[in-house]
């Protein structure tokens, strides 16, 4: 069964640092998501992605975050300047239409320090 | 503000009972509510997605029930096995859009206990 990948499992940085984290969706996937999960809590959704274009985000994605589709396959979240507080599960998720139900990756966890 | 709750216990049961499991939700109405299961440090699997207008869904062991009067879902797992124990995630868009801005309610963790 295809399924949604994510790299790296972990990474670690220091405060203040840029960080890329990776996903290969499902491959005949249009709509791509990241959510994140902040240990012990919910799981939070950040932004959507169709298009080539972002087309919802939640007041968590900020200046701070991007994202990109730079190739047919991946999908990048890009953190820049890093903070404690960004140190969470990453989820990577991808669906085929925009009410069909998301696959998820099994995440990057993020530490900052 | 517009929320959605989960029984934050743990649910502890015997092999071979029904577990039974709880997310509520205030405000808005969703097109659809769905179920997913996360274990630990894994992404949430979906399980079921139930609409409005159905009130129940059953798939193999698991059922699903939506009172968008009481605005509550219940989620049943049917002959539980250890290897159902995991945490149940219902999530929902709350915009009431048929959409995959998902807000996810805390989850609950069940135990199945051999």
């Known amino acids: 069964e295809p399924e949604v990948t994510q790299t790296p499992s972990h990474q670690v940085t220091q405060m203040g640092q840029e960080v890329i984290l990776r996903c290969v969706p499902i491959?005949?996937?249009?709509?791509f998501y990241w959510y994140r999960q902040i240990l012990g809590q919910k799981v939070e959704f950040l932004v959507s992605?169709?298009?080539?274009?972002?087309?919802?985000k939640s007041e968590i994605f900020d200046d701070q975050f991007s994202v990109e589709r730079p190739d047919g396959s991946n999908f990048t979240l890009k953190i820049r300047s890093t903070k404690l507080e960004d140190s969470a599960m990453y989820f990577c998720?991808?669906?085929?239409?925009?009410?069909?139900?998301?696959?998820f990756g099994n995440g990057t966890r993020l530490t900052v320090t | 503000s517009q929320k959605i709750e989960q029984n934050s216990e743990a649910l502890n049961i015997q092999e071979g009972k029904t577990a039974t499991l709880t997310c509520n939700y205030t405000n808005y109405s969703p097109a659809y509510l769905q179920w997913y299961r996360q274990d630990p440090g894994r992404g949430p699997v979906f399980l079921l997605l139930?609409?409005?207008?159905?009130k129940e869904k059953r798939k193999e062991r698991l059922k699903v029930t939506f009172d968008t009067t009481l605005k509550q879902s219940l989620f049943h797992i049917t002959a539980s096995q250890p290897a159902d124990s995991a945490t149940y995630l219902c999530a929902l868009d709350l915009r009431g859009n048929a959409g995959n801005m998902l807000t996810f309610g805390g989850g609950t963790r069940l135990m199945v206990k051999p």
């Open positions: 139930i609409r409005e207008n159905e």
């Open positions: 992605f169709y298009n080539n274009e972002i087309s919802e």
């Open positions: 998720a991808s669906s085929g239409s925009v009410n069909s139900p998301l696959h």
């Open positions: 491959s005949n996937h249009l709509y």
